[in-house]
């Protein structure tokens, strides 16, 4: 799978996430939930517990539930859209937990590296949440050590 997330401009963040002949690509708004926050905290709860964990973006009007559902060592990740209440699944991932940690990981990186804090908090409208960010890095570089 892959995931790249650009940098925010005036409150959207472009998302394109793609796997053989599955391809989601949207742009989000920051309201009412920052989406970035929300996704680093997922990736940090599946890092250490099993269970189905769910959180919205919102690209107006198009509403999407992003799904982590942690079972054992695997992660089944799923993109559903709720246009109009119409749920319908746009894309559906199952992988090794490490695995998919370090791909959101990677693209989070990537995204963050192209821009400094202040210009960050300008065109997101919050703040990144570091701490959140380097726990998920910890947690990354433990298990690298021990594998």
Same mark, same amino acid.
């Given at each position: 799978?892959?995931?790249?997330?650009?940098?925010?401009?005036?409150?959207?963040?472009?998302?394109? #996430?793609?796997? +053989? =002949?599955?391809?989601?690509?949207? *742009? @989000?708004?920051?309201?009412? !939930?920052?989406?970035?926050?929300? $996704?680093?905290?997922?990736?940090?709860?599946?890092?250490?517990?099993?269970?189905?964990?769910?959180?919205?973006g919102f690209s107006e009007p198009i509403?999407?539930?992003?799904?982590?559902?942690?079972?054992?060592?695997?992660?089944?990740?799923? #993109?559903?859209? +709720? =246009?109009?209440?119409?749920?319908? *699944? @746009?894309?559906?991932?199952? !992988?090794?937990?490490?695995?998919? $940690?370090?791909?959101?990981?990677?693209?989070?990186?990537?995204?963050?590296?192209?821009?400094?804090?202040?210009?960050?908090?300008?065109?997101?409208?919050?703040?990144?949440?570091?701490?959140?960010?380097?726990?998920?890095?910890?947690?990354?570089?433990?298990? +690298?050590?021990t594998v």
């Open positions: 799978m892959k995931v790249n997330i650009e940098k925010p401009i005036n409150g959207w963040i472009k998302i394109d #996430i793609s796997e +053989k =002949d599955q391809q989601f690509s949207d *742009t @989000l708004s920051y309201t009412p !939930e920052d989406f970035i926050y929300k $996704l680093i905290e997922t990736l940090n709860l599946i890092s250490s517990y099993e269970g189905k964990y769910i959180f919205e509403e999407y539930d992003f799904v982590f559902e942690a079972i054992d060592d695997n992660v089944v990740f799923q #993109i559903v859209s +709720k =246009d109009g209440g119409n749920y319908k *699944t @746009l894309f559906e991932y199952e !992988e090794q937990r490490n695995n998919i $940690l370090t791909i959101f990981f990677r693209a989070i990186s990537k995204m963050k590296s192209g821009i400094d804090d202040k210009e960050y908090k300008k065109s997101w409208g919050y703040d990144f949440p570091e701490l959140k960010f380097q726990k998920l890095k910890s947690y990354l570089k433990q298990i +690298k050590k």
